[in-house]
C-alpha cells in the first residue's frame, strides 16, 4: 500500500501571480460552460466520506490496525 501527499503550498511557493486563484477561475469557467472535470465526483465522495462514516469489512480494519502498529 502507498500512500503519497504532495505539499501544494511547497509546490507553488514562490511562483508569482497566485496559482491557486488563477486555477479557481480556470475551473470554474470550464464548469461554467457545463462540463464535467473528471475528478469532480472524486472531490463529491471525499466531501461526504468527511461527513459520514465509511463502512469498513473486518479485514480491512484488521489491515489499518495492522499498518499503524494498533493492538489487535
Same mark, same amino acid.
Given at each position: 500500500m502507498?500512500?503519497?501527499?504532495i505539499d501544494? +503550498? *511547497?509546490?507553488?511557493?514562490?511562483?508569482p501571480?497566485? /496559482?491557486?486563484a &488563477?486555477a479557481?477561475?480556470l475551473f +470554474? *469557467?470550464?464548469?461554467?460552460q457545463r462540463a464535467?472535470? /473528471?475528478?469532480? &465526483?472524486r472531490f463529491?465522495a471525499?466531501?461526504?466520506?468527511?461527513r459520514?462514516d465509511?463502512?469498513?469489512?473486518?479485514?480491512?480494519?484488521?489491515l489499518?490496525?495492522r499498518?499503524?502498529?494498533a493492538?489487535?
Amino acid at each position: 500500500m502507498h500512500i503519497r501527499h504532495i505539499d501544494t +503550498e *511547497a509546490f507553488v511557493a514562490g511562483r508569482p501571480g497566485g /496559482p491557486f486563484a &488563477r486555477a479557481e477561475s480556470l475551473f +470554474e *469557467a470550464i464548469l461554467g460552460q457545463r462540463a464535467r472535470l /473528471p475528478s469532480r &465526483r472524486r472531490f463529491q465522495a471525499r466531501d461526504q466520506a468527511e461527513r459520514q462514516d465509511i463502512p469498513l469489512i473486518a479485514g480491512e480494519i484488521e489491515l489499518l490496525n495492522r499498518l499503524s502498529g494498533a493492538p489487535a
